[in-house]
Nanobody, 124 residues
Framework: QVRLVESGGGLVHVGGSLIVACAAS???????MSWFRQAPGNDREFVAA???????TYYEDSVKGRFTISRDSSNTVLLLMNSLKPEDTALYFC???????????????????WGQGTQVTVSS
């Protein structure tokens, strides 16, 4: 059974750091692994992607230089978040698509597998 479980969310002050993890029930090497987030009243938005083919990483503009996506093990993907801002507050979701999404890596509809999300709250 394909399963993604996020962990590591919590409350952090502005400027602080947090690591959220995505544990998969399968080896992720053939999957593009991504993080999306959704704040109340907003659409789900792309945050970061780690492609299966060459390990390239991509980031949404507002998190470039602050967030880092990486593979911690064959089954775990991390999102390191530094210099957190109040606008980073959201429910963070892990997503996976075998051999990568057919469209862009930043299109949520193109991912088949999703976790339940972990809440990140940045207080000012």
């Amino acid at each position: 059974q394909v399963r993604l479980v996020e962990s590591g969310g919590g409350l952090v002050h502005v400027g602080g750091s947090l690591i959220v993890a995505c544990a998969a029930s399968f080896p992720t090497f053939r999957y593009t692994m991504s993080w999306f987030r959704q704040a109340p009243g907003n659409d789900r938005e792309f945050v970061a992607a780690l492609t299966w083919s060459d390990g390239a990483t991509y980031y949404e503009d507002s998190v470039k230089g602050r967030f880092t996506i990486s593979r911690d093990s064959s089954n775990t993907v991390l999102l390191l978040m530094n210099s957190l801002k109040p606008e980073d507050t959201a429910l963070y979701f892990c997503a996976a698509e075998k051999f990568g999404p057919s469209g862009g890596y930043d299109i949520s509809d193109d991912y088949t597998y999703w976790g339940q999300g972990t809440q990140v709250t940045v207080s000012s």
